[in-house]
């Protein structure tokens, strides 16, 4: 099979490799379309793996061409979705229901070889069946979907609730359009891209912030606070700001992950305190019974068409193209959200 690998940091090969054999318990994908991750960058230019060589790509979309002897409910031909954790079923957090806080798991893309390749064994459990309304470009976004899901179900939202998102790359642009499933009111998208911001814009939000332009602490003097803050950035400046831009009693939820040390006011950090806020941390997108209502939420809300991703792709290469996507990713001129590989070229 073809396959896009991982030789050592920043370099990449397109191989012929053997095509997995699959477990009792696994199916054989095909694969059809992968999506670039954020996590994926960090593997790539910075080498952070757990191994070379590697097969990186973990949202993902195919179809199944072989099943194992103890599978059942899944049959060869069928369009699916993927989970990528692979919880280890014997900690304590898997057994009171946790799975996304496993202690011992592994992951498809990570810790074992991922979709950047024409075939991927998965573990029957792992599989999402898709139906009809949802494309094979389409269901390669169900994970990190999933992600925005599980961070805003953190919280209590009531219908017509206000809403802060942090962030318009791909979990922020995610979030908003959970939240307007969801029912909440107004919700404004905070970031220092005039291009994504008006993508947000065009996507639902109903007010959009540049916070390089605006000072926020002014802006919310003069306007509403949030009753509900999701952060998705992951960078200091706006995870010490959904503290003291949300309202009193009001909910945040950290989503993106910190890459630097944080430092938080005591002012800020004490409105915690002095405001009665709640504050909750996010962490991967599983429940239980695995993989979690998370994934059958994000099927429904696709398939009933409460949530439409596709304006969020923006460009589909071959695996030939290799590294391109990636360069263009870490482009500040790249105004892009989402870029996937069509595996089936």
Not at 177 to 192: M, N, Y
Not at 270 to 285: D, F, H, P, Q, T
């Amino acid at each position: 099979m073809k396959a896009l690998v991982l030789e050592s940091k920043a370099n990449f090969s397109v191989k012929d490799m053997e095509i997995p054999v699959i477990k009792p318990n696994q199916v054989l994908v095909k694969v059809a379309y992968v999506g670039i991750c954020g996590s994926d960058l960090a593997r790539y230019f910075d080498g952070k793996v757990h191994h070379y060589p590697t097969i990186l790509g973990h949202e993902f979309s195919g179809v199944i061409t072989e099943t194992g002897s103890e599978v059942q409910g899944l049959n060869e031909g069928d369009r699916v979705a993927v989970a990528p954790l692979v919880p280890c079923e014997q900690c304590s957090s898997c057994a009171s229901g946790h799975p996304a806080l496993c202690e011992n798991y592994s992951f498809i893309g990570s810790r074992e070889q991922g979709a950047m390749a024409e075939y991927v064994a998965v573990n029957a459990k792992n599989i999402l069946t898709l139906p009809d309304e949802i494309t094979d470009q389409e269901a390669a976004l169900i994970e990190p979907l999933t992600v925005a899901i599980h961070g805003i179900e953190k919280v209590d939202i009531h219908a017509g609730a206000s809403a802060v998102v942090f962030g318009a790359g791909t979990i922020g642009m995610m979030s908003l359009l959970a939240l307007q499933a969801k029912g909440a009111g107004e919700i404004t998208v905070i970031d220092i891209d005039n291009a994504k911001l008006e993508m947000a814009k065009a996507l639902g939000a109903t007010v959009i912030v540049n916070s390089l332009e605006v000072d926020l602490d002014d802006y919310f003097k003069e306007n509403q606070r949030p009753e509900i803050v999701v952060e998705t950035a992951g960078v200091q400046q706006t995870q010490v700001q959904s503290l003291s831009v949300v309202e009193k009693l009001g909910q945040v939820v950290y989503v993106g992950t910190a890459k630097k040390e944080i430092t938080f006011p005591a002012d800020v950090f004490e409105r915690i305190l002095r405001a009665e806020l709640k504050v909750y941390g996010s962490w991967m997108s599983y429940s239980a019974p695995f993989p979690g209502f998370e994934w059958t939420a994000a099927l429904q809300y696709m398939k009933d068409g409460k949530i439409d991703v596709k304006a969020l792709i923006h460009e589909v290469n071959p695996l030939e193209v290799k590294e391109e996507p990636f360069q263009k990713m870490i482009d500040p001129d790249n105004h892009s959200i989402k870029f996937l590989y069509d595996v089936r070229q």
